[in-house]
């Protein structure tokens, strides 16, 4: 039971991460607020790449994971960038 708590956790940290990273490339990129600054770049076709951007943090989060052997919760990361990628195919 441990571990699929531990997948969750991790795919709750994974999505939280990538939309505090997509937060911070929004503002960078754009000067704008979340909500405008997503729509310009949504309307530019950007999105995809923006979200890229903000998910690098999940690999950061992951290779730390890794090392402190905690390997489900760097699962649930995977699956969340697996689920932004699906996620992004349809924006």
Do not use: W
Not at 48 to 67: D, E, H, M, R, T
């Amino acid at each position: 039971m441990t571990s699929k708590k531990d997948i969750l956790l991790g795919l709750f940290i994974g999505l939280l991460g990538a939309l505090i990273g997509t937060f911070f490339a929004l503002q960078f990129f754009t000067k704008q607020g979340f909500v405008e600054g997503f729509r310009i770049m949504r309307q530019a076709g950007m999105i995809g790449k923006v979200i890229a951007l903000g998910s690098v943090p999940n690999l950061v989060l992951f290779f730390i994971l890794l090392k402190k052997n905690k390997d489900f919760i760097a699962r649930g990361i995977i699956l969340a960038m697996f689920l932004l990628v699906i996620i992004t195919l349809f924006l």
